[in-house]
């Protein structure tokens, strides 16, 4: 998506749109998901539009890899001190339906159940 034509994360990054928060910084921002799928699930974005990971380029290794840093760090911040897991859809055969790259993090609290195994739906 264009300027002139943002995804919902490109409005929540121009404060159209509110979000809860979890971490910013000048190139990154954390935010919890609307739908949670777990106790705790929240979405790490880069600030400069990636509409997907399969649009990544050799240039954007630096975000990328800050963008996973984060997510242990995040994960533990927000209380998933007994694992966690990460996802990034791609595509449309990878159910992406935001299309700025995002990488879900989410898992149940301590003494929680594991997530359930992932499967095909
Ligand atoms: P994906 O299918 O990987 O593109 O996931 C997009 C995610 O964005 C979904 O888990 C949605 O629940 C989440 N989402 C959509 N709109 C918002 C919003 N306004 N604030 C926070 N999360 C959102």
Redesign the pocket.
């Known amino acids: 998506m264009s300027d002139d034509n943002p995804t919902?994360?490109g409005?929540?990054l121009r404060g159209e749109?509110?979000?809860?928060k979890v971490y910013e910084d000048d190139e990154v921002l954390a935010?919890?998901?609307?739908?949670?799928?777990a106790d705790v699930?929240f979405?790490i974005i880069p600030k400069r539009l990636i509409p997907s990971l399969a649009e990544v380029q050799p240039g954007d290794a630096p975000i990328l890899g800050k963008m996973l840093a984060l997510a242990p760090l995040l994960a533990r911040e927000q209380g998933l001190t007994d694992g966690f897991r990460t996802?990034?859809?791609t595509g449309r055969l990878?159910?992406?339906?935001?299309?700025h790259l995002?990488i879900?993090i989410f898992g149940n609290k301590p003494g929680g159940d594991p997530l359930k195994v992932m499967h095909g739906n």
């Open positions: 919902i994360f409005k929540i749109i509110p979000c809860r935010f919890h998901d609307i739908h949670p799928v699930h979405l996802a990034i859809n990878g159910r992406q339906d935001v299309y995002h879900h």
